[in-house]
């Protein structure tokens, strides 16, 4: 299915009214976690996965300079993204289900993840989330959760970090600890059922089959 300039992947449609889970994918690894999942989950589901994304544009909350030397930044779409998302995507993939899902969870790695985060301050549309990795050293965005309040209905939110993601020599990077730690009390505070996971390695190891483990929480959760 495509949608814009969007490409969505749909595993498991068959699965009728089993829970939708919707992932931002990096490149395209939709098929790989869906695999993975089946491998380590037997509970039925759908999973839509999202790719062609500018991934700094889209998954971004507000511009931000790079962390990295030499990056371009963050131009902060993903208000806009969401709209479309909210608007476009997921109607059209509901609307190509056998039945309606019990629930609609949102994941995501990385920036993904920190986009899952965001994207339930800003939409009813997900009850659970699941952040896997989350780029929560973004700047300003523990703040921001600690200020505003959730539009979702969230009952569950799985967060993750590897064990060595704190122990960079970027000290952006290395708040991604304590950053998560505070979001996780403010979800928890507003009344979210919470699981953290610590996986073992650094920021880039093993992210597909993390990825599975969150999709796994949130629908056994």
């Known amino acids: 299915m ?26 395209r690894e939709g098929k790989t976690v869906w695999n993975e999942v089946k491998a380590i989950c037997e509970a039925p589901f759908t999973l839509a996965a999202i790719s062609n994304l500018n991934w700094e544009r889209d998954m971004t909350p507000w511009a931000a300079d790079s962390v990295f030397k030499g990056g371009a930044g963050y131009a902060g779409g993903a208000d806009a993204y969401l709209e479309e998302l909210a608007s476009e995507i997921y109607p059209a993939v ?18 993904g993840g920190l986009f899952a985060a965001y994207a339930a301050f800003r939409t009813e549309i997900f009850s659970r989330v699941a952040s896997a990795s989350g780029s929560f050293w973004f700047p300003g965005f523990a703040e921001f959760v600690a200020t505003h309040n959730l539009v979702a209905k969230l009952d569950f939110a799985y967060f993750s970090l590897g064990d060595k993601e704190a122990t960079v020599k970027n000290p952006i990077l290395a708040s991604v600890g304590e950053r998560t730690d505070k979001i996780i009390s403010r979800f928890s ?8 996971e610590q996986n073992e390695g650094n920021h880039f190891k093993d992210a597909e089959k993390r990825t599975a483990r969150a999709i796994k929480a949130v629908l056994k959760a």
């Open 2 to 27: 495509t949608i814009g300039d969007k490409t969505i992947d749909v595993f498991g449609g068959e699965n009728a009214g089993a829970p939708l889970v919707v992932l931002n994918t990096f490149e």
């Open 189 to 196: 505070a507003l009344g979210v059922t919470c699981r953290f």
């Open 94 to 111: 509901i609307s190509n289900l056998k039945a309606a899902p019990n629930f609609s969870a949102l994941a995501g790695y990385s920036l």
